[in-house]
């Protein structure tokens, strides 16, 4: 009898451990369901990560070249300024010469009225009337020179500062007041959109940008990722209507009123993006394979700007026509034009003691 119930308590307790066994079997085949859409959900996570971290090596990469081309400009003008200087000293000096040459014609002139020998004084003053026609015409050289380089400073200076005016732009992410873009796709479910233009357009990271229909805003942005000719931005929260989408196609326009001009600004070195931000969560199930704004292929870098132009886009300004250079033979200080003596003075020379005049402007 004892071995009946024995027996009994082992099929009873066989039974239990077979359904236990069919139970975990079926938690583990769903634990590595779970597993595997994790290990893919990380896949797609370090793709991403990689990606980023290639923009922004290739932003920096931007940024590094347009500093160099700043450098080299500022040296430019520098040595320019330098140029000017000593071109307005020699300047000084042939004024100084003018001005003691006029001085022995006035002396001359006196000892013509007290002399008897008119003709020797009269080769005297022909003599001297030709060295002051030369300085004369070496002072025309010369400030047409100064004039020449005083151009080229001028525009130095300024493709200087509007460098350095977009790249505080730049850095402050603040847009040109005309800026405008399309909504290229729209994500308003998962709180940002991707826009058709990047940095080649114009787009800086943080930049505040508005969504127009027709005449009305419906929305705001605040751009975070940016590549050359796409850039990605959130939609700021509470600015669109509750029922409302943005579609593709919308008009992109800047905001107003930009964050960057009433905080103040950041310094480039110190500041570090935060990681993670106010991304958007992530969706209970993967998203299809045309929907990911980070799947499409890489668009094409822009084209090298040619040498010689404005490393952020602006058109080279024209060159400003040449100065007129004075008449041959008049005083670039004002002063009349002294009388020929009696009998016709001879032609004035034209060669340049200091050197040929710089070619006049295209």
């Given at each position: 009898m004892l071995w009946k119930i024995l027996s009994a308590l082992s099929v009873v307790c066989l039974g239990t451990a077979c359904y236990f066994a069919w139970s975990n079997q079926k938690l583990l085949v769903e634990e590595r369901k779970r597993e595997t859409y994790t290990q893919a959900n990380l896949t797609e996570i370090k793709a991403h990560i990689a990606k980023a971290e290639e923009s922004k090596k290739a932003l920096e990469a931007q940024l590094a070249s347009a500093k160099q081309e700043l450098d080299a400009?500022?040296?430019?003008?520098?040595?320019?300024?330098?140029?000017v200087q000593s071109t307005e000293q020699e300047l000084t000096l042939v004024k100084t010469n003018l001005d003691q040459i006029a001085t022995v014609i006035s002396k001359n002139q006196k000892q013509i009225e007290e002399a008897g020998n008119?003709?020797?004084?009269?080769?005297?003053?022909?003599?001297?009337?030709?060295?002051?026609?030369?300085?004369?015409?070496?002072?025309?050289?010369?400030?047409?020179?100064?004039?020449?380089?005083?151009?080229?400073v001028n525009k130095l200076n300024e493709e200087a500062k509007a460098a350095e005016e977009r790249e505080a732009r730049g850095r402050r992410?603040?847009?040109?007041?005309?800026?405008?873009?399309k909504v290229a796709h729209s994500y308003t479910d998962w709180g940002f959109v991707v826009l058709?233009?990047?940095?080649?357009?114009?787009?800086?990271?943080?930049a505040d940008l508005e969504v127009k229909r027709g005449k009305n805003v419906i929305a705001k942005l605040k751009v975070r990722d940016v590549e050359p000719n796409s850039c990605v931005a959130d939609l700021v929260k509470g600015s669109l209507s509750d029922g409302d989408h943005i579609r593709s196609g919308d008009l992109v326009v800047a905001a107003a009123e930009q964050s960057a001009?009433?905080?103040?600004?950041?310094?480039?070195?110190?500041?570090?993006?935060?990681?993670?931000?106010?991304?958007?969560?992530?969706p209970s199930a993967p998203a299809p394979m045309g929907n990911d704004p980070f799947g499409a292929p890489a668009a094409p870098a822009p084209a090298a700007p040619a040498m010689g132009?404005?490393?952020f886009g602006a058109p080279a300004a024209a060159p400003a026509p040449a100065a007129p250079a004075p008449a041959m033979g008049s005083d670039p200080f004002g002063a009349p034009a002294a009388t020929p003596p009696a009998g016709g003075a001879p032609a004035p020379s034209t060669a340049d003691p200091f050197g040929t005049a710089p070619p006049a402007a295209k």
């Amino acid at each position: 009898m004892l071995w009946k119930i024995l027996s009994a308590l082992s099929v009873v307790c066989l039974g239990t451990a077979c359904y236990f066994a069919w139970s975990n079997q079926k938690l583990l085949v769903e634990e590595r369901k779970r597993e595997t859409y994790t290990q893919a959900n990380l896949t797609e996570i370090k793709a991403h990560i990689a990606k980023a971290e290639e923009s922004k090596k290739a932003l920096e990469a931007q940024l590094a070249s347009a500093k160099q081309e700043l450098d080299a400009t500022k040296t430019s003008v520098a040595e320019t300024s330098g140029k000017v200087q000593s071109t307005e000293q020699e300047l000084t000096l042939v004024k100084t010469n003018l001005d003691q040459i006029a001085t022995v014609i006035s002396k001359n002139q006196k000892q013509i009225e007290e002399a008897g020998n008119i003709k020797a004084l009269l080769e005297q003053i022909d003599s001297i009337t030709k060295e002051t026609t030369q300085a004369e015409a070496a002072l025309a050289a010369q400030n047409q020179r100064l004039a020449y380089a005083q151009e080229k400073v001028n525009k130095l200076n300024e493709e200087a500062k509007a460098a350095e005016e977009r790249e505080a732009r730049g850095r402050r992410g603040v847009v040109d007041s005309d800026f405008t873009a399309k909504v290229a796709h729209s994500y308003t479910d998962w709180g940002f959109v991707v826009l058709n233009k990047g940095n080649a357009g114009g787009v800086f990271a943080n930049a505040d940008l508005e969504v127009k229909r027709g005449k009305n805003v419906i929305a705001k942005l605040k751009v975070r990722d940016v590549e050359p000719n796409s850039c990605v931005a959130d939609l700021v929260k509470g600015s669109l209507s509750d029922g409302d989408h943005i579609r593709s196609g919308d008009l992109v326009v800047a905001a107003a009123e930009q964050s960057a001009n009433t905080a103040p600004a950041k310094s480039p070195a110190g500041a570090a993006p935060a990681a993670g931000g106010d991304a958007p969560a992530a969706p209970s199930a993967p998203a299809p394979m045309g929907n990911d704004p980070f799947g499409a292929p890489a668009a094409p870098a822009p084209a090298a700007p040619a040498m010689g132009s404005d490393p952020f886009g602006a058109p080279a300004a024209a060159p400003a026509p040449a100065a007129p250079a004075p008449a041959m033979g008049s005083d670039p200080f004002g002063a009349p034009a002294a009388t020929p003596p009696a009998g016709g003075a001879p032609a004035p020379s034209t060669a340049d003691p200091f050197g040929t005049a710089p070619p006049a402007a295209k």
